[in-house]
């Protein structure tokens, strides 16, 4: 338990979708907010709470302004810098937003890995085309730490 728990508070999750047609079919944006996002084009960036969670954490305007935001947030997130982290990306249909945080990603934090796949069938259906993730890990040096490896 006490791995686990290190490790989850040293990761995370940053979630947007480009529509809400398949949030209200999932129960999880009423019909109204869904309305009044898709008028304002207004993009959420979305979490996980301490207990894994979907939670809304920040909003955009415009699907331009998602990948300086989502910067910001890991900016902000990772601070102080890590010497060791990785990066995992899934998109469903948008490689070339993948692309371009990734090519962010690696220029900003040098990471050990940043993978770029397709988001499973099962979120695609939840999160629907043009959305994206992009999830962190934090690599600790245990012996550093004087801890054992």
């Not at 207004?42 to 920040?58: H, N």
């Amino acid at each position: 338990m006490d791995e686990l728990e290190r490790v989850r508070g040293r990761s995370g999750a940053l979630v947007t979708v480009d529509r809400y047609d398949n949030l209200i079919r999932s129960g999880r944006v009423s019909r109204g907010k869904a309305w009044l996002g898709g008028m304002l084009d207004v993009k959420p960036i979305l979490t996980l709470d301490e207990s894994g969670r979907v939670v809304p954490l920040d909003r955009v305007r415009g699907r331009d302004n998602l990948v300086p935001r989502v910067l910001s947030i890991l900016e902000r997130r990772l601070t102080p810098r890590p010497q060791r982290v990785r990066f995992g990306i899934a998109h469903a249909d948008a490689p070339d937003v993948a692309e371009r945080l990734r090519t962010a990603l690696v220029a900003a934090f040098q990471p050990l890995d940043c993978m770029v796949s397709l988001a499973t069938g099962v979120l695609g259906t939840h999160v629907g085309p043009g959305a994206w993730a992009v999830f962190y890990q934090v690599e600790d040096d245990a012996e550093a730490a004087g801890q054992p490896a």
